[in-house]
């Protein structure tokens, strides 16, 4: 599976962006997707989570509210729309899959994703 993110970018403080991730591969939709991020200095955090039909999505505390995870799975795409952006958003982000048949499932441990995109930057100005 190979899993392409792009849309970071630069905004201001209370600006919007989306991000997405191409997924390419076997896999068709037999698997969660999750976004993270990394701060440099810091460890990867857990963003957000959507399961293998969209219907159940999760999020960390910090951005809940904010943003907002979505997937297509006929074009093999997920998308994290975030809102109301913060300097504190500030970060690397990076897609994520975890293979699985099991429905109604999400997980927010970075251990349990198999495969990994290239990271792409936001940067957001006080």
């Not at 970071?8 to 999750?34: D, F, H, I, K, M």
Request: hydrophobic letters at 35%; charged letters at 15%.
């Amino acid at each position: 599976v190979q899993l392409q993110a792009s849309g970071g970018g630069l905004v201001q403080a209370g600006g919007s962006l989306t991000l997405s991730c191409a997924a390419s591969g076997r896999t068709g939709s037999v698997y969660v997707a999750g976004w993270f991020r990394r701060v440099p200095g810091k460890e990867r955090e857990f963003v957000a989570a959507v399961s293998r039909n969209g219907g159940l999505t999760g999020y960390a505390d910090s951005v809940k509210g904010r943003f907002t995870i979505s997937r297509d799975n006929v074009e093999n795409m997920v998308y994290l729309q975030m809102n109301n952006l913060k300097p504190e958003d500030t970060a690397v982000y990076y897609c994520a899959a975890h293979p699985t048949y099991r429905l109604g499932y999400i997980t927010e441990h970075e251990s349990e994703y198999d495969y990994w995109g290239q990271g792409t930057l936001v940067t957001v100005s006080s």
